[in-house]
């Protein structure tokens, strides 16, 4: 059966798993917000940990439509500001996690190449290796700086690793519920419409407690600070042969990322298809104003941008898309003609410092957000939504970054 187009366009993989049509429950224990590798890792931890206690998960759309299963499938230890206080080792604790789960994940960690340009390279990351494998025409030679810890995962079989696992444990999964409200009380309770993205039947659903894990989406609710939702590009490629790959430096098949801007990244694939990712809409200038200048009209309101409204085949996207490509094949020889086979774009929520929002909300101790992984979300919001599963269940505290 072909697979449904999408205005963000259409990833590599795919998410093989629908839980079974079901309306939402009047009163739960813990209501997820959110069915992506936070709001899934969460639900299968809390029932994991507390079997007697109902856990619903509330999608607005169906699982893998977000940034879980649009992400280039990168993971990397830390978070995008670096080592948190208290955080740990987060791949370390991403492998026990996906382990405990039986999760296939696809999960290798050969490491992951940093990219610097001459330039940059040599005066801020130590001198260049004479024998970087990759060396790269991108505004200046890009070469390895340094191997830093990392590899790729499948996102698709994640999401859906992560959905079953949940669903086992006891956990209901419910697609289609858009939370529109919250009222803030003792219990609170959220008023949601459910049913086709969202639409036809509404209801109220009393919680004890409540986890936002909406990410880029439905930030009124979160009521975060100085916070930006964008998309990020991505594209594949038609597969490669084996000389072609050790031609371009990549024969290790490590990942990479580059450590100065114009940003780059990518992955390999199982077929030897290549991911590059790179660029962001809207443009950046928006959120560098809001973070550079406290006095924009829009500082500290939690801007509201609607990202459905941009489409991969026209307008800002499909120009930022053609600059994706254009870069891509001017890398190396060897990509000067390589055929482009998918593009996509996944959101993302970009946060003031770079660091997670991982807190209680400002209206209720018993409502908790978690969100903001700034591009480091693939192992970093699965090993945090179980930390927010302890930190419901009363056996943890939270974190103080935010």
């Known amino acids: ?8 366009g259409v990833p590599p993989w795919t998410v093989d798993f629908r839980p079974a049509p079901a309306a939402p429950p009047d ?3 813990f209501a997820i917000v959110g069915g992506g590798f936070t709001g899934l890792s969460a639900a ?3 029932r994991k940990l507390a079997p007697n206690r109902s856990v619903v998960v509330l999608e607005s759309a169906s699982l893998g439509e977000g940034a879980s299963g649009r992400t280039g499938g990168l993971a990397l230890a830390e978070t995008a500001s670096g080592q948190l206080p208290g955080l740990g080792d987060v791949l370390a604790g991403y492998k026990k996690i996906l382990r405990a789960l039986r999760i296939d994940s696809r999960l290798e960690l050969p490491g992951v190449f940093e990219l610097g340009r001459s330039a940059l390279a040599t005066e801020g990351s130590g001198p260049v290796s ?3 494998p990759i060396c790269w025409n991108d505004s200046g030679d890009l070469k390895v700086v340094r191997i830093v810890p990392g590899g790729p995962i499948d996102p698709g079989k994640v999401v859906a690793g992560l959905a079953r696992a949940a669903e086992g444990a006891g956990a209901q999964i419910v697609e ?31 919680a004890e407690q409540i986890l936002l894990a909406t990410n880029a989406f439905s930030l009124e609710l979160l009521e975060a600070q100085a916070v930006q939702p964008k998309l990020t590009l991505a594209v594949a490629t038609a597969p490669l042969t084996a000389a072609q790959l050790k031609a371009i430096g990549l024969s290790s098949r490590r990942p990479f990322y ?11 694939l199982d077929s030897n298809s290549i991911v590059f990712g790179a660029g962001l809409v809207p443009a950046p200038a928006s959120f560098d104003a809001l973070f550079r200048n406290p006095a924009s009209p829009r500082a500290g309101k939690g801007p509201s941008v609607d990202l459905y409204r941009f489409d991969v085949r026209k307008g800002e996207a499909a120009e930022r898309f053609d600059w994706l490509e254009g870069r891509v094949r001017n890398l190396h020889p060897v990509l000067k003609h390589v055929r482009i086979t998918h593009r ?9 410092g770079m660091r997670p929002i991982f807190r209680r909300h400002p209206r209720s101790k018993n409502v908790m957000i978690l969100a903001g992984y700034n591009g480091h979300g693939v192992a970093l919001s699965v090993y945090l939504g179980k930390w927010a599963a302890e930190a419901l269940l009363g056996l943890r505290s939270l974190p103080s970054w935010s």
């Open 1 to 8: 059966m072909p697979r449904k187009t999408h205005p963000w």
């Open 27 to 29: 009163h739960v224990d």
């Open 344 to 352: 996509w774009a996944g959101p993302i929520l970009i946060t003031a």
């Open 176 to 206: 289609h519920v858009h939370v529109h409200a919250i009222d803030f009380a003792s219990s609170p309770r959220l008023r949601v419409r459910f049913g086709f993205r969202g639409r036809g039947h509404q209801a109220e659903i009393r």
């Open 130 to 132: 004479k024998n970087s």
């Open 258 to 268: 580059t450590v100065d801007l114009p940003y780059l990244w990518g992955r390999l």
């Open 44 to 46: 299968a931890w809390l």
